[in-house]
């Protein structure tokens, strides 16, 4: 498919960003018109998949007060109306009972309403890290958009889109983690450099049930990428009359002798492996009372 950068999207929504569906007197807006709720149909292209059911129907109670202030945005498909932007307003708009909504109709091509619904969601930032990466995704592969050009178009940088890409590398249980708001995005990005799956769900499901920071994170992370550059606690120095210690014990005791401390503090063990190794070290001791 040809080259195609993105810009028409968003011309297209910032003109009816700025639109209200009626004007003071309740009447309808230039180019605006009211359809049957009936003749209009989701996006099946549209990035976000989960709405909060309760936002929605706070939505709708503002609609059955005050109607539906911004037109949704639709492209005929046949003899039905394709939802472009503005889903949630329909879907509040069901709820609150309306049988008509205001809709604004444009003549738009499938890469058009796949870049308006993605701006739109980004603007409101209603989309989850993981649906906002498949649309980065879909846009770049379906129609050949680089990422500077996706970057430019959507006001963001590039790493930010490198960096929203990079999530859709992770374990499928990570990516799910992320998707239902267990996990943040900057939590998963650490994540990114383990190749292991079953490490990286280990760490994530770690991260969630000790509440750790993304910082705690990524120092867990280095230490499993580098366990050569951990450091190693260093055992403690016995002076020279201590090891002498330890060595006249063995002697008289006939037996391993271990030392766990140091020279101001610790504790001394004697080993046995057999009943008659005990007897013995029992009978030194009683000798050493008399």
């Given amino acids: 498919m040809k080259k195609s950068g993105l810009g028409t999207g968003l011309e297209a929504l910032l003109a009816i960003n700025t639109e209200s569906a009626y004007d003071e007197q309740g009447n309808l807006n230039s180019g605006v018109e009211e359809v049957d709720i009936d003749r209009i ?15 929605l129907e706070e939505l709708a109670q503002s609609i059955k007060s005050h109607g539906v202030i911004q037109p949704i945005l639709v492209t005929a498909v046949g003899n039905k109306y394709q939802i472009v932007a503005g889903e949630r307003r329909y879907r509040a708009s069901k709820i609150a009972g309306l049988s008509k909504v205001p809709v604004i109709i444009k003549n738009l091509t499938i890469q058009q309403r796949k870049e308006i619904a993605l701006i739109e969601n980004i603007q409101r930032q209603d989309l989850n890290p993981i649906e906002e990466a498949y649309a980065y995704k879909a846009l770049i592969e379906e129609y050949g958009v680089t990422q500077e050009e996706l970057a430019e178009k959507l006001g963001k940088s590039r790493p930010a889109i490198t960096n929203a890409l990079r999530l859709l590398t992770l374990n499928p249980v990570v990516i799910d983690m992320v998707s239902s708001g267990r996990l943040s995005a900057g939590h998963a990005r650490c994540l990114a450099s383990i190749k292991d799956y079953q490490v990286q769900a280990s760490y994530a499901i770690a991260a969630c049930d000790k509440q750790m920071s993304v910082r705690q994170l990524e120092v867990m992370v280095y230490n499993y990428l580098n366990p050569e550059k951990t450091p190693k606690k260093s055992k403690p120095v016995l002076t020279t009359e201590l090891k002498d210690l330890v060595t006249d014990m063995q002697r008289v005791f006939g037996t391993k002798i271990k030392v766990v401390g140091n020279n101001t503090k610790g504790r001394i063990c004697i080993d046995y492996f057999t009943q008659k190794d005990l007897e013995r070290i029992f009978d030194i001791i009683e000798s050493m009372k008399k």
Avoid: G, L
């Fill in 41 to 55: 149909i989701t996006n099946s292209a549209q990035p976000r998949k989960s709405f909060d059911q309760k936002a």
